[in-house]
């Protein structure tokens, strides 16, 4: 788990990703829907370009092929989104970072024996930057998922709770069995990006060591 960052921050620019890396964000998520090839590879150089000037990881979301052209560290998948066998190969043989999507138990089932570096799982509550959201699962959701999880024996990579989360809810959420957490609009959309990271960095050591 330790190549894994507690705070996963999803963006569609380069200066938000800056900001948040001045916040001392170490993970960042390159977003863009309905973009074409070579305008989303401009924005993944730009944005690379940044997480190599502060060593954070660059993780493309939903296109396997550009994180692999352009050296990426990893990519994130939705549910519905297929995996070329021959990509995730090349993709895990330069030790690449593969996350997955999941809303259900059956999709958490469905990834075991996967090579799935993490699982992004949620919603956790209504988000506007997300199309085709999945059922809202809220704190009793994740903590019946763990509970699932629990009872079943079941063996999973680290699991980031994601959509619509808020500083306000970091402690009780990494209280349900969550690893950490992703975000993007409770950072992005605050005039004070570093400040609101720093805030979210503070809270997640905060709870994590609460529970030590």
């Known amino acids: 788990m330790s190549n894994i960052s507690k705070l996963h921050f999803i963006t569609t620019s380069a200066a938000s990703a800056q900001r948040a890396c001045e916040g001392g964000a170490n993970w960042i998520q390159l977003r863009l829907k309905n973009i074409g090839y070579d305008n989303y590879r401009q924005a993944a150089l730009a944005?690379?370009?940044?997480?190599?000037?502060?060593?954070?990881?660059?993780?493309?979301?939903?296109?396997?092929?550009?994180?692999?052209?352009?050296?990426?560290?990893?990519?994130?998948?939705?549910?519905?989104?297929?995996?070329?066998?021959?990509?995730?190969?090349q993709m895990l043989g330069?030790?690449?970072?593969?996350?997955?999507?999941?809303?259900?138990?059956?999709?958490?089932?469905?990834?075991?024996?996967?090579?799935?570096?993490?699982?992004?799982?949620?919603?956790?509550?209504?988000?506007?930057?997300?199309?085709?959201?999945?059922?809202i699962l809220g704190l009793e959701g994740y903590r019946q998922l763990?509970?699932?999880?629990?009872?079943?024996?079941?063996?999973?990579?680290?699991?980031?709770?994601?959509?619509?989360?808020?500083?306000?809810?970091?402690?009780?959420?990494?209280?349900?069995?969550?690893?950490?957490?992703?975000v993007s609009g409770a950072i992005s959309k605050d005039a004070q990006e570093q400040t609101a990271t720093k805030d979210f960095i503070e809270a997640i050591t905060e709870a994590s060591n609460t529970q030590l």
């Open 146 to 182: 763990f509970a699932d999880i629990k009872e079943r024996g079941i063996n999973h990579p680290p699991i980031v709770g994601i959509g619509g989360i808020l500083l306000d809810d970091v402690a009780a959420l990494l209280q349900t069995g969550l690893y950490g957490i992703a």
């Open 47 to 89: 944005v690379q370009a940044i997480c190599t000037n502060f060593g954070a990881t660059l993780i493309i979301n939903d296109n396997i092929q550009l994180a692999l052209d352009i050296g990426a560290d990893g990519v994130h998948v939705g549910k519905q989104d297929p995996l070329p066998q021959a990509a995730v190969d």
């Open 94 to 135: 330069r030790g690449g970072i593969i996350g997955c999507t999941a809303n259900t138990i059956d999709d958490i089932i469905h990834l075991q024996g996967k090579p799935v570096s993490y699982i992004g799982l949620g919603p956790f509550r209504f988000t506007e930057t997300k199309e085709n959201l999945s059922p």
